[in-house]
């Protein structure tokens, strides 16, 4: 079975199993483990601020995107999953520049239109400042001149090749990712000014996600009649350490309608895959993503109350990715091995699961712990694998 054909059966609970993936590392965590004795072949650009994450397998293969190829040979892990390089954002894209630069510190434009602070060497993510969008009149213009219902420009130039090369592929494919019904206005807002529309403007707030699930599916539309796609990713990061960020009513009235619709299209072109990425707590709005016709949920923080055998518990046909807590790696073997058992056989045996540390690796876990982790999990999944 290739990795292709077992990320299908993992996560449609054909059969148990898993597969050796990561969900990614802070680029400050992989310049320590060179130092530390990871062999650097590909490398990650010396640009790259400390704090941007470098995407590992489930996360995704892109155009564009910086990918971990270091870590994946070494420990010997399974083929990415790819994304195909379709931009569901704005489109013309925003020119990336810096707009401020304060030294240490600077405030530079992304290309949805965003501006960030960032800092040069400090290993943390990116602020957000502002977004292109403040008013109605803002949402009109930005949505007449950079979301365009319109394929055209939004493919690479060589999507021809990319097409006849994904008929003979032996990794999962997925579409989407950097977009949600939360996280496309959050981005569009900040998150602030968002949760203030959701009272003060909810006719804006149901006009935009109506738009944008009709928007995202007339992308999809011409890209599945030329491939056959495995996953679909969907970006919310709507959730923090002590619960949604949204309320589950209000998650019903302004967001559950367009899951809907958008799952329902995806799943009449045999798609059966799913994904949702949201960190922290994400208890409450589980029960409300199923119903939307979300099949697969990760990373499953635990440091925010995450805990992937109690969420199995309680959904047992609900795919996984992720759930390990980062911490232990960097507390040690003793707690390395504390955590894998607790959680590794368990899951394992029950399928829809593919272990991954709950988010991206920071910079304070040694190599040495990460190689000792990824070995042994790697050997668990072999395990259960060939059982």
């Known amino acids: 079975m290739n990795t292709r054909e077992r990320y299908l059966s993992v996560m449609t609970f054909a059969e148990p199993g898993s597969l050796k993936w990561e969900f990614g590392y802070w680029a400050g965590a992989l310049r320590r483990w060179y130092r530390e004795g990871l062999p650097r072949d590909k490398g990650i650009p010396d640009h790259l601020p400390e704090g941007n994450g470098v995407f590992a397998e489930c996360a995704g293969s892109i155009i564009g995107r910086y990918t971990d190829y270091d870590v994946h040979n070494y420990l010997h892990l399974d083929p990415h999953l790819v994304r195909v390089p379709l931009e569901m954002g704005a489109y013309p894209q925003f020119e990336e520049k810096t707009i401020e630069d ?10 949805m239109g965003c501006w960030r ?4 060497s400090r290993a943390s993510l990116p602020s957000f400042v502002r ?25 690479p130039v060589n999507w021809a090749d990319l097409v006849r090369s994904y008929k003979t592929r032996n990794y999962p494919l997925a579409l989407g990712q950097l977009q949600g019904f939360f996280g496309t206005p959050r981005s569009l807002f900040g998150v602030e000014e968002l949760l203030l529309k959701y ?20 992308l999809f539309e011409p890209v ?9 990713l969907i970006w919310e990061d709507m959730c923090y350490r002590s619960g949604p960020l949204i309320s589950p009513e209000m998650f019903r009235k302004f967001i559950l309608p367009g899951y809907k619709k958008v799952t329902s299209f995806v799943r009449e072109q045999g798609i059966r895959v799913i994904n949702v990425d949201s960190d922290g707590d994400v208890w409450k709005l589980i029960p409300l993503w199923v119903e939307g016709g979300v099949t697969v949920l990760y990373p499953f923080e635990v440091a925010s109350g995450m805990n992937v055998v109690e969420v199995r518990e309680r959904f047992p046909k609900l795919g996984m990715m992720g759930g390990i807590d980062k911490r232990a790696l960097i507390e040690g073997k003793a707690a390395i091995d504390r955590e894998l058992e607790a959680k590794i056989p368990f899951m394992l045996k029950r399928g829809g699961f593919i ?3 709950d988010h991206l690796v920071p910079p304070d876990v040694p190599f040495e712990h990460f190689k000792y982790y990824r070995e042994k999990l790697n050997r668990m999944i072999e395990k259960q694998t060939t059982a």
């Open 102 to 111: 304060h030294g240490d510190w600077y405030i530079w434009q992304d290309p």
């Open 117 to 120: 602070k960032d800092f040069k």
């Open 131 to 155: 977004g292109p969008v403040r008013t109605r009149e803002d949402w009109e213009k930005y949505k007449a001149e950079r979301l365009k219902p319109v394929i055209k420009g939004r493919l």
């Open 199 to 218: 009272y003060e403007d909810p006719e804006l707030m149901l006009d935009i996600n109506a738009y944008l699930a009709d928007f995202w599916i007339a």
């Open 224 to 232: 599945l009649r030329e491939v056959q796609v495995d996953a679909i």
């Open 355 to 357: 272990p991954t540390i």
